[in-house]
């Protein structure tokens, strides 16, 4: 079965400190995994999307990067501020687009 | 300015009546799909299309339906039959997957509630 985890479910961090987001998923066989940002009451945001062939992405303070050997993805973030506080959920894309549950990011000033 | 529409944001409506919700987008995506969102939940799909007159059922398509007669538009209908209908619904559409990525974008939502 085709799952789609991330970890930890919420992150409280003060402002300025680097962090990593996890993504795990249990096929490898992917088409690429889409990062997303997910602000209360609102839509999803693209963040960075990784081909099957790519290793990792950057834009900006945000990193991600992708083993599909071992099934996991991680966003780093560096230099968090406020404004990153959101949801932040991984998709990863076959026949179909699973999600994961997301991680809630809260940075402290 | 390309992205996906979706109207109206807020739509309240009384137990037993049916609703549609519009998506339209313009970025030429073959691909269109509907997610409901529940709070601390993640995504789950009701229905997606992946050409004009053709979708497929989601995990969770009962009580809802949806037509797809023109590339832009995917609108969802919420009938009657649909158990729990108060939630967050999100339009999305991609790249067809046809060059090895799928990309998803995504409306603003709709926030429906059923009294």
């Known amino acids: 079965k085709q799952e789609v985890t991330q970890i930890p479910a919420a992150l409280s961090v003060p402002e300025g400190e680097n962090l990593v987001l996890n993504c795990s998923f249990t096929d490898s066989a992917i088409y690429n995994l889409q990062w997303f940002r997910q602000d209360p009451g609102k839509g999803l945001t693209s963040l960075l999307l990784?081909?099957?062939?790519?290793r990792e992405q950057t834009s900006g303070r945000l990193n991600a990067s992708l083993d599909k050997s071992s099934g996991r993805s991680t966003l780093y973030i560096a230099a968090s501020q406020p404004g990153d506080s959101a949801t932040y959920l991984c998709?990863?894309?076959?026949?179909?687009?699973?999600f994961g549950p997301g991680t809630s990011l809260s940075v402290i000033p | 300015d390309g992205g996906i529409t979706q109207s109206p944001k807020y739509l309240f409506r009384k137990e037993g009546q049916n609703v549609t919700l519009s998506c339209e987008q313009n970025?030429?995506?073959?691909?269109m799909y509907w997610y409901r969102q529940d709070p601390g939940q993640g995504l789950r799909l009701i229905y997606y299309?992946?050409?004009?007159?053709?979708?497929q059922k989601g995990d969770i398509a009962e009580g809802y339906s949806v037509s797809r007669e023109k590339k832009e538009s995917f609108p969802l209908t919420v009938t009657s039959a649909q158990k729990n209908p108060t939630a967050f619904y999100l339009c999305a559409s991609s790249t067809d997957g046809a060059s090895g990525i799928v990309e998803q974008y995504f409306g603003p939502g709709t926030r429906l509630t059923v009294t």
């Open positions: 990784i081909q099957s062939s790519q």
């Open positions: 970025l030429n995506h073959d691909a």
């Open positions: 299309s992946q050409i004009v007159n053709d979708f």
């Open positions: 998709a990863v894309s076959y026949d179909k687009v699973i």
